[in-house]
């Protein structure tokens, strides 16, 4: 007999069917037990006699045959009341590390994460992963039905792209080596290579060595560059744009997802932009909050989403024109005021989830920064001699992966959208 998906029985044909899972819930009665059953389309009840429950544990891998009725009371207004079952995995434990029924209690984030492929068996954490994919795969329609070109580049890499933040190291037969922070480089390089405008969805690494609720030290990046642009507004607005394709496209994918996680995606508006010290006047005077030189800290990006929020009615804001100093060596100064930088973030509710912007493109102008920045411009001829060959105008941006499906589903600490963290405690499993 062929195996029926559990998502399939409302309109099966079929009177007896072959079902594979896990078993999610027992509940027993004099003669006969209830049964949930698990796979990864959702849940079935079960109705299995006593004297075959015998030998049935939670979390079992198990085969069963049995005829499918109606059943007004059982979940989903049917069951199976089975006739033969087979334990095709079996369980080597004297109690599950946590329950995995969501309305017990709950077990930590840490112990969670320490037994990822248990906790994953819950349907609520399991959906923030059928999200994530679709934000995945929305960004890569999205950006395809616009021309752009997917690409891989290297994440062993022989210099920092990023500036300040940190790098991890490799050993790279008899040199050093370093992992990639992002693909900014090659990503700009390969816009100048021809291909125009491009995008990449790949991991990048930080060795940040703090933990908080917003870092990972190893994440996802979805980049995209795109030439030929002359302003930064171009790019916010593509990236306006794709939200709004994103929130359709989960609204049309994940209608259980978002119903089970209790999250409503509603039209963005059109999302304003403030420039960086503008935010900082207003936090300073609506809240009496004084933000680090050229940037706001953590509190502030929440402060000022509560301000967008209220004055607005968004959940966006791009904070714009970020001062020379907190930029890279790449990006494109603006003279609107003096010391800034044709740049951008994205904070999403509270939090940074894209940072973005013009760069410099004339090679003599970048070669000039890059030694302003500090640097040895031989060190980075790899990437500066691509410049020397007609580079066009041209600007991206990267969002974070696991902080954009942290933020659209409410999530509290960015490991919950992340399938295995690795932060400065973690590194297993
Ligand atoms: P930036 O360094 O701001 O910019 O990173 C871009 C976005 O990546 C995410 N991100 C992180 N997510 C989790 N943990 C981290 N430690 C972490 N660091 C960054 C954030 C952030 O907004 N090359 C530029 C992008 C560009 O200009 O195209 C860059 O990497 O969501």
């Known amino acids: 007999m062929e195996r029926t998906m559990i998502q399939h029985l409302p309109e099966t044909k079929k009177q007896k069917v072959l079902l594979k899972g896990w078993i999610y819930k027992i509940k027993n009665f004099s003669n006969f037990s209830f049964v949930d059953l698990r796979d990864k389309t959702g849940l079935v009840q079960l109705v299995i006699d006593s004297k075959k429950m015998k030998e049935l544990k939670l979390e079992m891998a198990i085969e069963v045959t049995g005829k499918l009725e109606k059943n007004g009371k059982a979940p989903k207004g049917m069951e199976i009341h089975v006739e033969s079952i087979h334990i095709i995995g079996q369980v080597y434990y004297e109690l599950l590390p946590f329950s995995i029924n969501q309305s017990k209690v709950q077990a930590s984030l840490e112990k969670e994460l320490d037994y990822r492929y248990i906790s994953l068996r819950r349907p609520d954490r399991r959906a923030v992963f059928n999200v994530q994919e679709e934000v995945v795969e929305a960004f890569r329609g999205y950006l395809k039905g616009r021309g752009f070109s997917e690409i891989h580049t290297p994440k062993i890499i022989a210099s ?15 040199t050093r080596a370093f992992l990639a922070q992002s693909p900014q480089f090659y990503k700009q390089m390969m816009v100048g290579a021809g291909f125009e405008s491009v995008f990449e969805i790949g991991h990048a690494y ?13 994440y996802v990046s979805l980049d995209i560059e795109m030439g030929f642009i ?25 209608t259980d997802e978002l119903k089970l996680l209790k999250v409503e995606l509603k039209e963005v508006n059109q999302i304003p932009r403030i420039p960086l010290k503008e935010a900082q006047e207003i936090l300073d005077n609506e809240y009496g909050k004084n933000s680090p030189m050229g940037n706001l800290d953590a509190e502030g990006e929440i402060l000022f989403s509560q301000y967008v929020k209220e004055k607005y009615n968004n959940d966006f804001v791009f904070l714009t024109k970020y001062p020379v100093s907190k930029r890279p060596m790449y990006a494109m100064p603006d003279n609107e005021p003096e010391g800034t930088t044709k740049s951008f973030d994205l904070i999403y509710k509270g939090l940074e989830i894209t940072t973005g912007g013009l760069r410099i493109h004339d090679y003599e102008r970048l070669k000039e920064n890059i030694i302003r920045f500090g640097a040895n411009s031989e060190d980075f001829s790899f990437y500066l001699d691509s410049f020397k060959y007609g580079m066009p105008p041209h600007g991206g941006f990267a969002i974070g992966l696991e902080r ?13 959208s992340t399938l295995l963290p690795r932060d400065i405690r973690r590194i297993e499993p």
């Open 206 to 218: 930080r060795a940040e060595p703090h933990s908080t609720y917003r870092h990972l030290n190893e």
């Open 404 to 416: 954009i499906t942290m933020k659209l589903l409410d999530l509290e600490n960015i490991r919950q």
């Open 160 to 174: 920092g792209t990023e500036g300040g933040s940190e790098m991890f190291t490799v050993n790279y037969f008899d």
């Open 230 to 254: 002359d302003d930064e507004n171009e790019l916010m607005d593509l990236e306006e744009d794709f939200i709004n394709y994103l929130f359709r496209h989960l609204n049309q994918t994940c």
